[in-house]
């Protein structure tokens, strides 16, 4: 079972520096880790096998992966994409 959620935040990037989007250590039966995965522009390919390039022609800045997990049932993978601003 999959779901996708999207939503939108204007924001301006610098890409020397980006705040993350802190999220919560534990949602109801789910919890993270303690750390975060980051997929910058550089290790995309890393992390998607041959679909990076799509990512990077529509100005991918970084990726932030987390993965949380429950005893018996499903995990949930929360991925939020940094895009920079378009040139139109």
């Known amino acids: 079972m999959s779901f996708l959620f999207l939503a939108t ?35 995309i390919f890393d992390y998607m096998d041959g679909a990076g390039e799509l990512y990077l022609g529509f100005r991918f800045d970084s990726l932030q992966v987390v993965e949380y997990t429950a005893a018996d049932t499903y995990s949930l993978l929360v991925e939020i994409y940094y895009m920079q601003e378009s040139d139109d």
């Not at 250590?25 to 880790?33: F, L, S, Y």
């Open 9 to 43: 935040l204007p924001m301006t990037i610098n890409t020397n520096v980006v705040s993350f989007i802190e999220l919560p250590h534990q949602v109801e039966q789910w919890t993270r880790p303690d750390s975060v995965q980051t997929v910058t522009a550089q290790t």
